[in-house]
T-cell receptor, first 115, second 115 residues
Framework: NAGVTQTPKFQVLKTGQSMTLQCAQD?????MYWYRQDPGMGLRLIYY???????DKGEVPNGYNVSRLNKREFSLRLESAAPSQTSVYFC??????????????FGSGTQLSVL | AQTVTQSQPEMSVQEAETVTLSCTYD???????LFWYKQPPSRQMILVIR??????QNATENRFSVNFQKAAKSFSLKISDSQLGDAAMYFC????????????FGAGTILRVKS
């Protein structure tokens, strides 16, 4: 089983460039999430989608946009990359929003460097 | 807003010994979930153990157990008979039962296992 697949695994951007991080899950999960991981700060939620057709801001949404393309796919876009967005990005999914099955499944991460 | 604090940036343990990782959290809610996630060098996030706040009994999963002190808002992870494969970054995380599957993570503790 593929689980949660993120692409690309590594990316280097110049300040001001744009890019989209792709995420797809094959577990028929309703909820999907984007986190960023920074040293000394753990993982912080950028955006989430409780179900297909809905998206909401997390803790650190500034500079990002998301699209829940369908039930499987949830993309994260950086319109004008900044060095402060250098981070490791994780996509995750879960079966139900707020349900008792609280387990999140994570992708393997995208290492993004903005120069 | 909930916060999670891991006060130990790094810990070391000898193979076959026992180590305890600390975690404290702040919340005004009475019912919630707490988790420990393991992140090996592969960057994959792996759920180690979870605890439901209304359950007084401490959760255990094989060599992993927690010491949940609700009044003190403390949630430590004990790893018994440490193995080389336990070397990883460990994250403590909080999930509100009200706010769905949004996880709040601590900054993480790097665990090194010496042979």
């Amino acid at each position: 089983n593929a689980g949660v697949t993120q692409t690309p695994k590594f990316q280097v951007l110049k300040t001001g460039q744009s890019m989209t991080l792709q995420c797809a899950q094959d577990m028929n999960h309703n909820s999907m999430y984007w986190y960023r991981q920074d040293p000394g700060m753990g993982l912080r939620l950028i955006y989430y989608s409780a179900s297909e057709g809905t998206t909401d801001k997390g803790e650190v949404p500034n500079g990002y946009n998301v699209s829940r393309l369908n039930k499987r796919e949830f993309s994260l876009r950086l319109e004008s990359a900044a060095p402060s967005q250098t981070s490791v990005y994780f996509c995750a999914s879960s079966e139900v929003w707020g349900g008792t099955n609280e387990k999140l499944f994570f992708g393997s991460g995208t290492q993004l460097s903005v120069l | 807003a909930q916060t999670v604090t891991q006060s130990q940036p790094e810990m070391s343990v000898q193979e076959a010994e026992t180590v305890t990782l600390s975690c404290t959290y702040d919340t005004s809610e009475s019912d919630y979930y707490l988790f420990w996630y393991k992140q090996p060098p592969s960057r994959q996030m792996i759920l180690v153990i979870r605890q439901e706040a209304y359950k007084q009994q401490n959760a255990t999963e094989n060599r992993f157990s927690v010491n949940f002190q609700k009044a003190a808002k403390s949630f430590s992870l004990k790893i018994s008979d440490s193995q080389l494969g336990d070397a990883a970054m460990y994250f403590c995380a909080y999930r509100s039962k009200v706010w769905g599957n949004k996880l709040v993570f601590g900054a993480g503790t790097i665990l090194r296992v010496k042979s």
